[in-house]
């Protein structure tokens, strides 16, 4: 609290009563605006919504084909140009490339490692000294929550962070919320979904293969393929034995369809 409060320079306190004071910048609780993106969106109509990523997805791929092509900001003055007597302040484009290569070293790799760290961040233990997770069941319950990862606003790998002089001079608001406000519309809470393929015959006794004596007497050797046929399902699961308000898990079929005799 006492770091938002110099953020907003807001140090007024006022009574509860006799004894008791609080700072006003504590009854501001920003982190609850995350919940806005519940509820307001910019997509126009239902099908404009069709291919949002889920928050809670953990591939390094499908994050990659997110951000990839994306343009970031940097901080580009220098210390001498921020601290001159007429400073300047200068942003360049960065624009994102895919993992690719630089594998571990690539800026989106440090982005997807910190968005799958804040889904897994402990904050404690419970009785029986088992981890408690900051996120229940280490799921993100809302799409706003996203915004809680550092390597998405004041510790982007876009940004220069070196020195005092750029933390103080050369990086403001508007940076720290460029990226997530170039991708929180293509961003949504989502449910676990899976793919299913199925796959079944019909069949019946092949000629001459029922045995006809002995101890074996009416057993079948080999059938013979009389229909075939191949499907393809997309499952959601939604709800589930974790959160606030835990429910039984309900499996909602979103895709049905047959596949034709490839």
């Known amino acids: 609290m006492g770091v938002w409060t110099n953020w907003t320079g807001n140090r007024i306190y006022f009574a509860l009563n ?9 009854r501001s609780v920003p982190e609850s605006d995350r919940l806005l993106f519940d509820l307001f969106t910019t997509a126009f109509n239902e099908n404009a919504s069709r291919g949002q990523l889920s928050v809670n997805q953990s591939g ?31 942003f360049n484009p960065w624009i994102i490339d895919p993992v690719g290569t630089d594998g571990t070293n690539s800026s989106l790799f440090k982005i997807v490692d910190g968005i799958n760290r804040e889904r897994n961040r402990v904050i404690g233990t419970d009785a029986a000294g088992q981890p408690v997770f900051a996120y229940p069941g280490r799921t993100f319950r809302h799409t706003g929550d996203i915004l809680a990862v550092p390597a998405l606003t004041t510790n982007s790998p876009f940004l220069n962070r070196s020195t005092a002089t750029q933390l103080q001079k050369g990086i403001n608001d ?26 079944g015959q019909t069949l019946r006794p092949a000629p001459a293969s029922i045995v006809t004596g002995g101890p074996f007497q009416g057993m079948c050797t080999n059938y013979q393929v009389t229909a075939e046929v191949a499907t393809r399902a997309v499952v959601r699961v939604e709800g589930g034995p974790t959160g606030t308000a835990p429910t039984r898990p309900r499996v909602v079929i979103e895709n049905f369809n047959l596949l034709p005799p490839d």
């Not at 994050?63 to 300047?88: I, M, Y």
């Not at 997530?180 to 796959?199: A, C, D, K, N």
């Open 60 to 90: 390094l791929a499908s994050w990659s084909a997110l951000f990839s092509g994306v343009v970031a900001l940097t901080n580009a003055s220098t210390d001498a140009e921020l601290t001159a007597a007429n400073p300047v302040t200068r």
């Open 18 to 26: 006799a004894t008791n004071f609080v700072l006003d910048a504590s």
């Open 174 to 199: 508007a940076v720290y919320e460029w990226l997530p406000q170039q991708v929180m519309s293509l961003l949504q809470i989502g449910e676990p979904r899976f793919v299913v393929y199925s796959y």
